[in-house]
């Protein structure tokens, strides 16, 4: 599985493609946590067309990130840019499942723009 992880300044990007299984993704997830222990930035997930979680995959990847914060804690906002409908179908799944398990606010978007502004807002 092929990613990248780039801090941009005021976010951090990462851009992942091909399968990615619940460990990979729990990797980045541990990458990003290495360099931002309190999620202080905000992290912008760009997501190949070819790019795809199993779907029985998305309610342990929801509980495993849960666990990496302290209940009431905030942090800053995540956001997926999905390549296609069906990519952010699966996306809104999941933002559906880790709503109520994670302190950050996750947003779903087919625009970059769109979700950096949402980020940043």
């Known amino acids: 599985m092929p990613h990248e992880v780039e801090e941009k300044g ?7 493609s091909g399968q990615l299984s ?3 993704v729990l990797a980045i997830v541990a990458a990003l946590r290495a360099r931002d222990p309190l ?3 905000p992290d912008l997930w760009v997501l ?5 979680v199993p779907l029985p995959a998305l309610p342990f990847i ?3 990130i849960g666990r990496l914060f302290r209940p009431g804690v ?3 906002r995540s956001a997926l840019v999905t ?3 069906v990519q952010g179908a699966v996306a809104e799944m999941y933002r559906t ?6 302190p950050f606010e996750i947003g779903v978007f087919q625009s970059r723009d769109e979700a950096l502004k949402w980020l940043k807002g």
């Open 48 to 52: 190949a067309p070819d790019a795809a």
């Open 39 to 41: 999620k202080r930035l």
């Open 83 to 85: 390549a296609d409908a």
């Open 22 to 24: 619940e460990w990979e």
């Open 10 to 16: 005021d976010y951090v990007e990462v851009r992942a």
């Open 62 to 64: 929801a509980r495993s």
């Open 97 to 102: 499942q880790a709503g109520e398990r994670l």
């Open 74 to 76: 905030k942090v800053a």
